[in-house]
């Protein structure tokens, strides 16, 4: 330990004391440099005390007594040290095009990392990379960044990185940078065209930054929409304590008649809050593509969703277990025809999903009904008596076959999916419910919903229908036919089996059951504004639509057209005629199985003036709204408007629906600088605090635009008191700001909230 008698002292002098004596000076100028810059890492403060301390004099000449103890050494300058340490910034680093860099089994610290097209950066062997608050990793087109076994993490435990751009092509199909069995292809050529790919892999944490995006920053604004588009693979990674894992924005464009899917993939990744101090924690979010892919990943603690889709498709395949989030899943569409999502393996062959939680709800899909709408199957759901497995909300197609349901208010509540919704095929099929407040909840317009071979147990109310008199409750009107009995099983000791509020409030229905039961949970009990039919046939197959087609021809179409055709006129004739009525509802959702399959078999292979021709001859308001949301898809929005000027506006709800989409239209229209007028945020909020079917849309603008969040609600629901006391739907209440980054343009919102004191 030198002692100096002034920082530019040239004499010194070298006394007893060593470590005991250094140790705490030392300490105090590292706690003085600390106060100045939090963040400073231990790699950066022994930089900054070895380039500020003063030389010894002579203690570099050979000849000099202490030469072996002090040679390179120097004298601490605190006043220096502290002065360096308000403005350090650690080094940035660039990886050049053709150039691969390698940082193994070290920790360090960058302001900024940028790999070059057909650049490679490897971090691996448990390193550790630090970056500068707000400081981000940019991979360029036809760029590499490999994390195997290593950390990206802050250099400042109070804040946040910025987390990592890549950059994609959204005129060019992904890469698909991994083999049949998941396996990363790290050695997969891209040419400089092609979008950056970031892989992380094998034991990688990912920690306390913002988001993994897939799009450019910086940039002009064509620029940053050409770079959308960049790919994620992440296996065995763990994600923890950020504001948001990673964003997915648009790819490709809707309005230059590309198929491509999405090709990143999440496998075996933990996505957690684990320090219960990041304000609005989320997963994934997924803005206008498709196909992004989770296998066996945990979401646990999540302050909102663990994924949360606008106008997309995700593919929640196998294995995925959601505990303790505000909620597991939304997929919202802002425009009929918009949304899909596959939850689970439809054969059951794969490891179920879970879902567990107490006082949550799982899964939200509003106006989902693209590529076969939502699909769940072979789930397991639990939780808590505040929860409801499933919310349908809007006009949707749907197949929920084969979960089960346990512990919940309820396993499902459908509202309005039928009200102008052109696809039919909605079931909810050979599920297990039991100890639930409710098993199936419809709530008012329906009118193609069917429930078969589901098993309650312990449920108060198994199924129930309601409405009111403007919004009257309707399923299809054949519960099962007059061929095929509806086969659930009831649990009538514990509750009532089919609850119907009176015809009011609901139109009546079928229920058809086994001519000759064998079970008598097969027969419903209790009395309701339905009729029950005994019929003969064998238990529904769960495994596959009732009447679907094998490789469906337009002139297959055509027939069925016919055939609806003839059954009407026929029914006019005779209409109290039940087994006309029954053929002809067959018939009808026959037809619009042939027509989704058609449409959606067009689309696939880019033929969207097909799609729109099979539609138009319909000629029907449901076929409209699908046709509007078809031109929207495409990104055909002048075209968009002109034909929702053609629609009608009688109701209210047409009203809102023409409202709300033209909002929409002038968003997509002018994405860069499209701001909500005051009036334009009052109407969706007016439309999204409703019971109109149209409530969907203008939600998920909020969502897309506000970062708004939607409870489930419903009367027979209980919050327990810790659910209410802490959590609200749209804000935490111990937030005082909120950022939301909006994925349509490269803007922020920031929101300080009201001033306190």
Not at 106 to 129: A, D, P, R
Not at 161 to 171: A, D, F, L, Q, S
Not at 549 to 566: F, K, M, W, Y
Not at 688 to 709: C, F, N, Q, T, W
Request: aromatic residues 10%.
């Amino acid at each position: 330990m030198w002692r100096l008698q002034s920082p530019l002292v040239v004499d010194c002098g070298l006394g007893s004391a060593n470590s005991s004596l250094a140790a705490p000076y030392v300490s105090g100028v590292i706690a003085l440099m600390l106060c100045e810059n939090p963040c400073l890492s231990p790699a950066e403060i022994e930089n900054i005390l070895k380039s500020t301390s003063n030389p010894i004099p002579n203690a570099d000449e050979p000849g000099d007594p202490w030469f072996n103890d002090l040679n390179g050494a120097g004298a601490l300058n605190a006043y220096q040290a502290v002065l360096a340490a308000q403005g350090a910034v650690p080094p940035s680093l660039t990886v050049q095009s053709g150039q691969t860099v390698t940082i193994s089994n070290q920790t360090v610290s960058y302001s900024s990392i940028t790999i070059e097209s057909q650049g490679t950066l490897v971090i691996n062997n448990q390193s550790v990379v630090q970056m500068h608050k707000l400081g981000f990793i940019t991979v360029k087109r036809g760029a590499k960044l490999i994390v195997d076994n290593s950390t990206l993490t802050t250099s400042c435990p109070k804040d946040y990185w910025g987390g990592i751009r890549v950059w994609g092509n959204n005129t060019m199909p992904q890469p698909v940078v991994y083999d049949a069995n998941d396996n990363p292809l790290l050695q997969y050529p891209l040419s400089a065209d092609q979008a950056g790919v970031v892989f992380l892999l094998n034991n990688s944490r990912y920690e306390r930054g913002n988001a993994i995006s897939t799009h450019a920053l910086g940039v002009n604004y064509p620029t940053l929409v050409s770079l959308r588009g960049g790919v994620v693979f992440a296996k065995n990674t763990e994600f923890v304590d950020n504001r948001r894992v990673a964003e997915f924005t648009q790819y490709p464009p809707p309005n230059a008649g590309y198929t491509f899917k999405n090709t990143s993939k999440f496998i075996d990744c933990l996505f957690m809050e684990a320090s219960g101090d990041v304000d609005g924690s989320i997963g994934v979010t997924i803005w206008d593509t498709d196909g992004i892919t989770f296998n066996r990943c945990n979401f646990q603690d999540l302050d909102w969703e663990g994924i949360t889709t606008y106008d997309a498709g995700a593919i929640i395949k196998d294995g995925n277990n959601f505990l303790n989030n505000w909620r597991a899943i939304t997929n919202t569409a802002t425009y009929p025809f918009g949304a899909w999502l596959e939850v689970g393996d439809k054969n059951g062959e794969l490891i179920p999903n879970y879902f567990e939680s107490p006082d949550r709800d799982f899964i939200y899909s509003s106006a989902s009904n693209k590529w076969g709408g939502l699909k769940v199957y072979h789930n397991e759901f639990f939780g808590g008596k505040g929860g409801i497995g499933i919310w349908i909300d809007g006009p949707s197609q749907y197949q929920v076959d084969n979960n089960s349901f346990e512990g919940l208010s309820g396993a499902m509540t459908v509202v309005n999916s039928g009200a102008k919704n052109e696809w039919k095929q909605n079931f909810i099929r050979c599920n297990a419910i039991q100890n639930t407040v409710w098993g199936i909840d419809f709530y008012g317009e329906k009118r193609h919903a069917q429930f078969l071979g589901n098993q309650f147990q312990s449920v108060e109310s198994d199924m129930m229908l309601r409405g009111d008199a403007l919004n009257k409750g309707r399923i299809r009107t054949n519960q099962g036919d007059v061929n095929k009995p509806a086969w659930n099983c009831f649990d009538t000791p514990n509750g009532g089996d089919i609850i119907t509020e009176s015809d009011a409030t609901t139109v009546s229905f079928r229920y058809w059951t086994p001519n000759e039961a064998s079970e008598p949970c097969l027969i419903p009990t209790t009395t309701g504004n339905y009729s029950i039919n005994p019929t003969t046939g064998i238990e529904p197959n769960c495994n596959k639509l009732p009447g679907a087609i094998d490789n469906p021809t337009e002139e297959d179409l055509g027939d069925i057209r016919q055939q609806v055709a003839s059954l009407e006129g026929q029914l006019q004739q005779d209409p109290n005629n039940q087994t006309l009525e029954s053929q002809w509802l067959d018939a009808l959702y026959q037809k619009e199985l042939l027509l989704g399959g058609l449409v959606r078999e067009k689309m696939e292979a880019g033929d969207y003036a097909g799609a729109e021709a099979l539609l138009a001859e319909e000629n029907t308001m449901e076929a409209d709204y699908s046709l509007f949301g078809l031109k929207m898809g495409r990104g055909a929005y002048t075209e968009a408007q002109a034909f929702l000027n053609t629609l009608p506006q009688t109701t209210q709800d047409e009203k809102w629906f023409v409202q709300v989409q033209q909002i929409n239209i002038q968003r997509l229209q002018n994405e860069e600088t499209f701001q909500l007028s005051t009036q334009q945020d009052s109407l969706l909020n007016q439309v999204a605090d409703s019971e109109s079917p149209v409530r969907g849309y203008a939600r998920a603008i909020l969502m897309l635009l506000k970062d708004k969040h939607y409870e489930s609600e419903h009367p027979l629901v209980e919050r327990s008191a810790y659910y209410i006391e802490n959590e609200e739907p749209d804000a935490k209440p111990t937030a005082k700001w909120t950022v939301a980054p909006n994925p349509a343009n490269h803007s922020v919102r920031i929101d300080f909230g009201k001033e306190t004191s």
